[in-house]
């Protein structure tokens, strides 16, 4: 190892020895190799960029635990959420399962009470057609659909993708 700061020389070490069990982690929750080592990659980063913070830390490995961890929920929340308005956008029905639409009312929990957001899932996660979902809201389907087309927009403009 070449000289460098001492701070420099704790980070590299430390990333030595918990590579192992970072990527363990990382592949388990992402299941995909690249966004594992880039998400890991990424809370490095972050230590460095707040070394004083990591490096006074009385345990830094779990600083760096827990910094993969909000790495990775932003990393799957951001996806998420890009999936859910890319489908939305298309017209399209989301496939059932996956974890991210397990979760989903978590992923976007800053705009999941709203009216919108409820009406957009019945139809994108519920798979409820516009007939069941016109019926239930007791307006016609070409009403629904602009409904519908309104809450995406806002949606949209809220989540500023």
């Known amino acids: 190892m070449e000289h460098c700061e001492p701070w420099k020389e704790t980070v590299e070490k430390l990333y030595k020895e918990m590579y192992p069990a970072l990527h363990a982690y990382a592949l388990r929750v992402m299941d995909d190799s690249a966004l594992a080592e880039e998400a890991i990659q990424d809370a490095f980063c972050i230590a460095c960029c707040r ?81 069941e979902l016109a019926e239930d809201l007791g307006v016609s389907v070409e009403a629904c659909k602009k409904r519908v087309q309104r809450a995406r927009k806002r949606l949209q403009k809220k989540l500023k993708l």
């Open 51 to 131: 070394r004083d913070q990591f490096l006074s830390s009385p345990n830094p490995q779990g600083w760096i635990m827990l910094t993969l961890k909000h790495v990775m929920q932003n990393t799957l929340r951001a996806q998420a959420k890009l999936r859910v308005l890319l489908a939305l956008d298309a017209g399209a029905e989301l496939p059932a399962g996956g974890p991210e639409l397990i979760s989903v009312d978590l992923l976007f929990n800053d705009v999941s009470d709203s009216e919108d957001f409820r009406l957009l899932k019945r139809i994108a996660l519920d798979r409820c057609t516009m007939l």
